[in-house]
């Protein structure tokens, strides 16, 4: 607590401070992560995971057990289990709040990978070579098809990687990770007692 006393407004017999300033903690600060929509958020990593899994799958068709589609498939999933802890996160409890950065950074990283591979899979059309010497439309209507398929994906993980991003960055605001803790001034003005 600082205090700060004016002398000359003090009149004869008064003792005390007329003005004190007092810094607090923010009392709204946890409620910092509720203003990313938390359950709207991670509800909606959930969707864009099982849908790339599903894109996925239908490229397996293709690929068969291509390995960086099983490492897409496998690097995908911690996007469900960062979207259920955002979720969880709302009850704005300290261990879960920090729980759900860990696995909000973990997400983002893994999406990060998951665009790479994605992109890998979109340049590799090795799988459809036995089809273009028997009919030539019909494999390019299929790598239509699979391009359209590979850049869904793509924009699923630059989604998934914006919204890791995003509730990363509000779980900080309320944990104090990355920068002090702030706090408010509070300025209390005290009146003189009239003559007695």
Same mark, same amino acid.
């Given at each position: 607590m600082v205090g700060i006393v004016s002398s000359a407004l003090n009149t004869e017999g008064e003792t005390g401070n007329l003005v004190e300033v007092k810094f607090q903690k923010?009392? $709204? =600060?946890?409620?910092?992560? @509720? +203003?990313? +929509?938390?359950? !709207?958020?991670?509800?909606?990593?959930?969707m864009l995971s099982l849908f790339f899994l599903c894109a996925l799958y239908l490229n397996w068709n293709f690929h068969y057990f291509y390995p960086p589609a099983i490492i897409s498939a496998t690097f995908s999933?911690?996007?469900?289990?960062?979207? $259920?802890? !955002?979720? %969880? !996160?709302?009850?704005?409890?300290?261990?879960? @709040?920090?729980?759900?950065?860990?696995?909000q950074i973990v997400a983002?990283? #893994?999406?990060? #990978?998951? #665009?790479? @591979?994605?992109?890998?899979l979109m340049s590799d059309n090795s799988w459809i070579h036995f089809c273009w010497e028997d009919n030539g439309t019909m494999c390019e209507r299929l790598w239509s098809i699979y391009e359209h398929i590979t850049g869904i994906g793509?924009?699923?993980? %630059?989604?998934?990687? %914006?919204?890791?991003?995003? @509730? %990363? !960055? #509000? /779980?900080?605001?309320?944990? =104090?990770? /990355?920068?002090?803790r702030t706090n408010v001034p509070v300025i209390v003005v005290s009146t003189p007692s009239g003559p007695q």
């Open positions: 923010n009392p $709204s =600060q946890a409620k910092k992560y @509720l +203003e990313a +929509e938390p359950k !709207a958020l991670g509800v909606t990593q959930i999933t911690p996007g469900i289990i960062a979207g $259920s802890v !955002a979720i %969880a !996160a709302q009850n704005l409890h300290l261990p879960t @709040l920090k729980a759900c950065l860990g696995m983002c990283v #893994f999406s990060v #990978f998951c #665009f790479i @591979l994605t992109w890998g793509m924009l699923v993980q %630059a989604t998934q990687i %914006a919204l890791s991003a995003t @509730l %990363a !960055a #509000f /779980c900080c605001k309320v944990i =104090q990770c /990355c920068s002090p």
